[in-house]
């Protein structure tokens, strides 16, 4: 596959590093002078991080193209991924260039932290050809990215493409700024910066609280299963009406009917299970971690 990346920061050189990894043609362009350069560093230094790929960077670099400009760069490509500053009327300016200059069938991705896609493809002809594929940074590390668009074909082709490229795309149902992740991450920031101005603890204390609490958790069970396991036979019902009458109860109901659908009480015990060995090998990969620090 060919691949534009528009736009070469911090999120486009990693894009471009599991692009290349993934065996693709990427053609990079950014008005930065040292552009090459930067492509090069990057490349040696993200290579190694890359889950899975034991090759070297040299090889990958055979197959980078550095372009001039944006309609140079999306000419004849598969899939543009845009990672240009976080500015609404940059990236509305720059999607009616890309329509115009890429072929009819790329898609047309942006890695917006923020920016929802209706706003973003104002100046558009057909603006369900905007899908935004916001990555958790850095893009070649971590799995996650999250799609929202406007056309359920987009959406989909678009999941097709990140699941060739070994991420877990996530499709979110309604655009919301911020996406998902980053709301999460600003609500649990936000009591964070609270705690501390407090003093209820120091900023280490927090953080060591978070890494051997949430952080070991959350990695091996998103909230929800979290509370359905820790509910025991009951389940996140049995959890809800004991300990969390913030909820309503009309919610409650609906959500234990949910857990229930989604992850039966009767596999449960297996679940408990394959959380409890991967959260041991997390603690012991960290213990080697603090061994360094
Ligand atoms: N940094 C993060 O943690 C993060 C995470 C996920 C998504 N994002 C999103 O990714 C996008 C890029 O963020 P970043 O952190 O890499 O920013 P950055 O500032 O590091 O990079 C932006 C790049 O865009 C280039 N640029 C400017 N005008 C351009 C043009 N006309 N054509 C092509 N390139 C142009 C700049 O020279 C710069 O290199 C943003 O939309 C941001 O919201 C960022």
Redesign the pocket.
């Known amino acids: 596959m060919k691949i534009a990346v ?7 050189l990693s894009w471009t590093t599991l692009m290349l990894a993934k065996g693709h043609t990427v053609r990079v ?4 002078p040292d552009l090459a350069e930067a492509v090069r560093d990057a490349v040696h230094e993200f290579v190694p991080t890359v889950p899975g790929f034991a090759g070297e960077a040299e090889e990958l670099l055979s197959r980078l193209e550095i372009a001039g400009s ?1 309609e140079e760069a999306v000419g004849g490509v598969h899939a543009v991924q845009e ?4 500015r609404l009327e940059f990236k509305q300016e ?1 999607f009616a260039a890309i329509e115009k200059a890429a072929p009819a069938e790329a898609l047309i991705l942006s ?4 920016l929802t896609p209706s706003s973003m493809s104002a100046r558009m002809a057909d603006p369900g050809r905007l899908v935004v594929g ?4 850095p893009p070649h590390l971590i799995p996650l990215v999250e799609l929202v668009g406007a056309s359920e074909r987009e959406v989909a082709r678009a999941k097709e493409f990140y699941l060739s490229l070994g991420k877990v795309p996530v499709v979110v149902h309604k655009e919301v700024r911020g996406h998902v992740a980053n709301r999460l991450q600003r609500v649990l920031f936000e009591e964070c910066v609270n705690l501390v101005e407090q003093g209820v603890v120091s900023m280490t204390e927090l953080d060591d609280i978070v890494t051997n609490s949430v952080g070991v958790r959350w990695a091996t069970v998103g909230p929800f299963l979290a509370f359905h396991l820790g509910g025991g036979p009951g389940g996140l019902r049995h959890m809800m009406s004991h300990l969390m009458p913030y909820v309503p109860a009309e919610v409650q109901e609906r959500l234990a009917d949910q857990a229930e659908a989604v992850y039966p009480l009767a596999s449960n015990e297996e679940r408990a299970a394959r959380r409890d060995r991967q959260q041991l090998e997390i603690i012991s990969s960290k213990e080697r971690d603090d061994d360094v620090r």
């Open positions: 528009v736009g070469a920061g911090t999120i486009g362009t950014d008005p930065r944006v990672n240009g500053p976080e720059l890695s917006t932290s923020g916001h990555p958790f940074n």
